[in-house]
């Protein structure tokens, strides 16, 4: 039964994580100094980072980001102190050396290849394989083409993946962006009528519909090139060392199928209802 909650999802989620034989590897050279490794998320973007108020301190943040980055700290055998902040000021934090990385549901981009080092693509489910939007269940229908978006004013949340999609394919047809700091405000604002619809990934606009009711996906579907469809963690330029070490981490993750396990995990903890069919795929609703 789909859990109905406001800003916080309040049900724990239980980290799956591979036990490593022989002794602990010693903390990178680079990055994670005095064996902490510091890592910045938005924990507004369920099922990739979100807040369980029924939990306090670092135990609050859950989701797939967090599993992966437990998984990478346990592996470089450090401690992890997840930071959160604004989407937009972890990427600052990274810039400037306050965190060893960030990861926080982040799509390869172009400006971010040229200002940081990006990871290999690590694989969330289908959070970022379709780019969707939503809006109040009356009204989404009249949304399903792009055709129903003059004069339509749609969110979408600063510096992200989605900013980019709307201006590229929504603003043409008539709409207009309007920027929010994150997505538990922009779902205040679109129920405020702020604007009338919001972009966000597919598995950030099951999560919210678990929890809303009152909202929906309106039927349209961005076109997507290939490599944004996956996600990468941001790191500071030149941070070649850490870089490998990370991109050595994620495959080894990916190998022992764990961002399966961990996208599953991320989406029951969301409230979004999970099953399978006969070919064992995956199936939300």
């Known amino acids: 039964m789909k859990k109905l909650l406001a800003l916080a999802l309040t049900l724990a989620l239980s980290l799956s994580m591979v036990a490593c034989g022989g002794s602990e590897p010693a903390p990178s050279e680079e990055g994670a100094a005095g064996g902490i ?10 099922p ?9 301190g670092q135990d609050q943040y859950v ?20 930071m959160p902040m604004s989407f937009d000021a972890c990427q600052a934090a990274v810039s400037t050396g306050k965190v060893d990385m960030s990861i926080s549901g982040f799509s390869w981009k172009e400006d971010r290849a040229e200002n940081y080092n990006i990871s290999d693509y690590y694989h969330a489910g289908d959070n970022e394989t379709e780019q969707v939007t939503i809006a109040m269940a009356d009204k989404a229908a009249a949304m399903a083409t792009v055709d129903g978006y003059a004069g339509v004013k749609v969110g ?44 966000v990934a597919t598995g950030n606009a099951e999560a919210l ?10 039927g349209f579907i961005f076109e997507v090139d290939p490599k944004y469809v996956d996600n990468v963690i941001l790191l500071q330029k030149g941070a070649d060392e850490l870089t490998a ?4 981490i994620l495959a080894k993750a990916e ?21 399978f069919d006969d070919e064992g795929n995956m199936i939300t609703g």
């Open 48 to 56: 990739m980072e979100f807040v369980d108020l029924s939990l306090s």
């Open 245 to 248: 070490e990370v991109n050595a």
């Open 156 to 199: 979408a949340q600063t510096a992200s993946l989605q900013e980019s999609l709307v201006n590229d394919q929504l603003v043409p047809a008539g709409a207009e962006v309007v920027i929010y700091s994150d997505i538990n405000t922009g779902l205040l604002q679109l129920k405020k009528g702020d604007f009338d619809a919001m972009a």
């Open 63 to 82: 989701g797939f980001d967090v599993s992966l980055a437990k998984y990478i700290a346990e592996e470089m055998g450090v401690e992890l102190e997840l």
């Open 255 to 275: 190998a022992a199928g764990l961002y399966e396990i961990w996208y599953e995990q991320a989406l029951n903890a969301a409230g979004v209802d999970v099953s």
């Open 209 to 218: 519909i678990a929890n809303n009711p009152d909202v929906a996906k309106t």
């Open 37 to 46: 490794l510091k890592v910045a998320l938005s924990p507004d973007f369920a």
